[in-house]
């Protein structure tokens, strides 16, 4: 399947077609869940960056820092939105490989699923949710509790998505 049909299932909360992933190469989830990061976090800077440069340069004078040119000020931004990004992406490569592994054990008793199977499934579990937390912060909208609703909606996804890979036939 493509990355287009791996999207659309997984935004959708398809989970009986994302129980199809766990046996595909886990590289391809892997590109899956780095390129999506990577594109929703880029999207992310667009929408914000006049904002989020206006309290960079704030700051910058609060600080007590000498004031550089603008542009010298923009390209250290700009490396600290990349370095954020960068961080982003370590933090969900941590997580979904914590909640695979939650998984794969949790499942383990009702059937034989590894740590392979579940992380495909379970990285395949961040569409939704990295769609609705980028609307929300492109928004401007400031929800401290979202981080706890993300990460929610991402185990949830997971757990229904190994559930139905329980009550597959064996053969499969």
Not at 141 to 148: A, D, E
Not at 161 to 172: K, S, T
Request: proline share 2%; net charge positive.
């Amino acid at each position: 399947m493509g990355f287009i049909d791996r999207f659309i299932a997984s935004a959708t909360f398809n989970v009986t077609k994302v129980a199809l992933f766990r046996r595909q190469n886990v590289w391809k989830s892997m590109i899956y869940l780095m390129g999506f990061v990577l594109i929703m976090g880029a999207v992310g800077i667009f929408w914000g960056w006049e904002a989020s440069f206006l309290q960079f340069r704030e700051l910058w004078a609060y600080s007590g820092l000498e004031v550089v040119d603008t542009r010298s000020l923009m390209f250290s931004h700009f490396m600290v939105q990349y370095i954020m990004v960068a961080l982003d992406l370590l933090t969900h490569l941590v997580i979904v490989s914590a909640i695979a592994f939650a998984g794969a054990r949790g499942y383990r008793k009702m059937r034989d699923i590894t740590f392979k199977e579940s992380w495909n499934v379970t990285a395949h579990g961040i569409t939704a949710p990295i769609l609705v937390r980028t609307v929300v912060n492109g928004l401007g909208i400031n929800l401290p509790v979202l981080i706890f609703v993300y990460w929610g909606a991402v185990m949830l996804f997971c757990m229904l998505a190994l559930r139905g890979i329980v009550n597959l036939p064996v053969d499969e």
